[in-house]
């Protein structure tokens, strides 16, 4: 084709490429800017230049002069090519030069044309059918009659044209219309179209949501892990301290008895000592032939000790001391025994309210029970004192002073929550019954026999006690983290408490028969108590 010499005419002889910015030598021939510069750049240090194509030398660096009419052969020729490879689908039959779209295309014919043969086939040919332009032209129309396919056999299910119905093989069936029974079939195809779109829809919320369940279960496979690692390190942490406590124990009681038996032994060994002596004494008075020797000793029975069979009994036929009620190795151990047993047993305890909860409740505050001087928070999560005054109306379930309820309540299962101090001023944490008193002093959690709580008093060096029925327990570690866990085990009738430190430090344990509904409840002197989710 033209357009291939074209294309040769206008390659670099350097990079073998289309001219970019061509650029002409006094030899005549050209060349790409950046391929000459290279070329010119690298005989400089030779002191001599050459023609890359005709190798005609030159003394000195050859000047470079833009071609312009080539730049607009090369700009031209570009454009048409890119014309031309934008170019896709049927091109017009009769357009032999170059490809050009095509309009329509004639079953009659067989043949697609552009818009400008499509004018000239219209004025001289009003009689064809005009389609779509379409490259399987002779599939439209029959392949014994060579005429187009214009109905459509419903016994056979083909597509006919007038002479397949009149004399032809499809003669005295029950034709209909191509576009007729086209438009049925895409109403069907349309239908099915629509239940795959919202079988797909559905498919796709299908994929978004268990996507989500997924995204959710590796969440709480990452918080289950650390949960366990934290617990793990928890036991490592109680299980090293009991063992250092026990075997402090053992050292202690081991010097104890040992102290003890040195003190016995030493007593005997007087004793064996005195016996001696007096066993060599009675000897030599039986060795004796003089009598009068013999009978002038003091009596027999002097020789005696008189608290021999005491001591026997007193020390026991082992040198032991459990006749006294000492500590003997077998009681020491027994009690051990079983104080060991006790730990782990608390331990074990505790490492289940701990694990076993699985998620933490969602716990809201009750506005309608908060004291008019404690500003809730509008996801219900903070309690904070407040100096000004909230307008709340009075009623019977309002507390009248610092204290605010869950509107949750808790009549069976392991549940925990988690709460964080902050500010300065004194705080209760805890869980009581609804029938709580809800005005004066014996409203605040701990103080009666339907509440029990946790006590931070910050202004008094950090103290910390549990309370309930006015009865308080002070704590004798400190507590550093402001952040706590309260866990409830309604049927076994547990309600503990924990500093959320690492590793977690349990605080105390209440042990009650509950017989009412527990609600979470607060009580904040100063600063505020956020409840949180997960630590």
Same mark, same amino acid.
């Given at each position: 084709? $033209? ?9 670099? $002889? ?60 090369v700009k031209n020729f570009l454009a048409t090519q890119t014309h031309q490879e934008e170019i896709t689908g049927i091109c017009c039959t009769y357009c032999v030069d170059s490809p050009v779209p095509a309009a329509k295309s004639c079953l009659m014919c067989e043949a697609s044309l552009c818009d400008k043969h499509l004018k000239v086939h219209i004025e001289t040919a009003t009689d064809h059918v ?27 299910? $083909? ?42 829809m559905k498919t796709e919320e299908r994929v978004c949501s268990l996507e989500e369940r997924k995204r959710k279960a590796q969440e709480k496979a990452a918080g289950e892990a650390e949960r366990v690692t934290v617990l793990c390190i928890y036991i490592r942490t109680w299980v090293d301290d009991l063992e250092k406590k026990i075997l402090s124990d053992i050292k202690r009681q081991k010097e104890k ?113 908060? $004291? ?164």
């Open positions: 084709m $033209a357009s291939d010499g074209l294309r040769k005419e206008l390659i670099c $002889a350097i990079c073998k490429d289309i001219y970019t910015d061509p650029l002409t030598l006094r030899c005549g021939h050209n060349f790409c800017r950046v391929c000459i510069d290279g070329v010119r750049d690298t005989e400089g240090g030779y002191g001599e230049y050459s023609c890359p194509e005709c190798r005609v030398r030159f003394h000195k660096r050859p000047p470079l002069q833009k071609n312009i009419t080539l730049c607009n052969i005009l389609t779509e332009p379409s490259t399987s032209l002779k599939n439209r129309k029959c392949s014994i009659h060579r005429k187009i396919l214009e109905y459509y056999c419903t016994v056979d299910g $083909a597509c006919i044209c007038v002479s397949c119905s009149l004399v032809g093989e499809h003669r005295g069936h029950r034709v209909e219309m191509l576009d007729g029974v086209s438009g049925n079939k895409k109403g069907i195809l349309r239908h099915i179209l629509q239940k795959l779109i919202t079988k797909r008895t040992s102290l003890s038996l040195s003190n016995v032994i030493q007593n005997l060994e007087i004793k064996m000592d005195e016996l001696s002596r007096k066993m060599r004494h009675i000897e030599e008075l039986c060795n004796m032939m003089d009598p009068l020797t013999v009978l002038q000793e003091p009596d027999s029975g002097d020789l005696c000790d008189p608290e021999e069979e005491d001591d026997e009994d007193r020390w026991g036929h082992d040198g032991s001391d459990e006749d006294r009620g000492g500590d003997d190795g077998s009681v020491w151990g027994a009690e051990l025994i079983s104080h060991i047993s006790h730990t782990l047993s608390a331990m074990i305890r505790d490492i289940n309210v701990i694990f076993h909860v699985q998620d933490p409740a969602d716990i809201l505050l009750d506005v309608n029970t908060a $004291a008019n001087n404690l500003l809730i928070s509008d996801d219900l999560k903070t309690a904070t004192r407040t100096l000004i005054t909230e307008n709340r109306p009075e009623t019977a379930e309002r507390f009248q002073y610092y204290q605010v309820m869950s509107g949750r309540r808790f009549t069976s299962g392991r549940h925990y929550w988690d709460v964080e101090s902050s500010g300065s001023g004194g705080w209760r944490v805890g869980m009581c019954y609804p029938s709580i008193d809800r005005r004066e002093h014996q409203s605040s959690i701990g103080n009666n026999n339907k509440s029990w709580g946790l006590y931070g008093r910050l202004w008094c060096n950090n103290q910390y006690s549990v309370r309930h029925d006015s009865n308080e327990i002070r704590l004798p570690h400190g507590i550093s983290s402001g952040r706590f866990r309260v866990c409830l085990d309604y049927e076994a009738g547990q309600l503990s408490f924990y500093e959320l430190c690492d590793p977690i430090r349990h605080l105390h344990t209440f042990t009650a028969a509950f017989s009412e509904p527990l609600h979470a409840v607060l009580y904040v002197c100063g600063g505020a108590i956020k409840i949180s989710g997960r630590s």
